[in-house]
Nanobody, 124 residues
Framework: QAQLVESGGGLVQPGGSLKLSCTVS????????IGWFRQAPGKEREAVSC????????SYLDSVKGRFTLSRDYAKNAVTLQIDSLKPEDTAVYFC?????????????????WGPGTQVTVSS
């Protein structure tokens, strides 16, 4: 069965960087899409980016373009989200998920398996 676990979150000052990792099992990065989402307290869950073997890398948030970079780490069977120039508004729980499909989607309803999330807090 598919499982995903996020890691790499923490407390960072504005302007700092974090590298988040989504380690997967029970699925293949060669066949299944992996999406990154985030949810701040009191706000809606929003799509950040997605990788799939069919679509490649997709970016959905204008506010993070140029600062967030998604990549694959085949050695660790993981999808990494490098986050640079962090801002307080980036504070959220970051989730990865799979739709068990080779195609990406920005809609949370399209993803059936989720990791537990990792907390990112940006504060001075």
């Amino acid at each position: 069965q598919a499982q995903l676990v996020e890691s790499g979150g923490g407390l960072v000052q504005p302007g700092g960087s974090l590298k988040l990792s989504c380690t997967v099992s029970g699925l293949s990065l060669d066949f299944d899409a992996i999406g990154w989402f985030r949810q701040a307290p009191g706000k809606e869950r929003e799509a950040v980016s997605c990788f799939s073997p069919q679509d490649g890398i997709k970016s959905y948030l204008d506010s993070v373009k140029g600062r967030f970079t998604l990549s694959r780490d085949y050695a660790k069977n993981a999808v990494t989200l490098q986050i640079d120039s962090l801002k307080p508004e980036d504070t959220a729980v970051y989730f990865c998920a799979t739709d068990l499909s080779p195609m990406c989607t920005e809609y949370a309803s399209g993803f059936g398996v989720w990791g537990p999330g990792t907390q990112v807090t940006v504060s001075s």
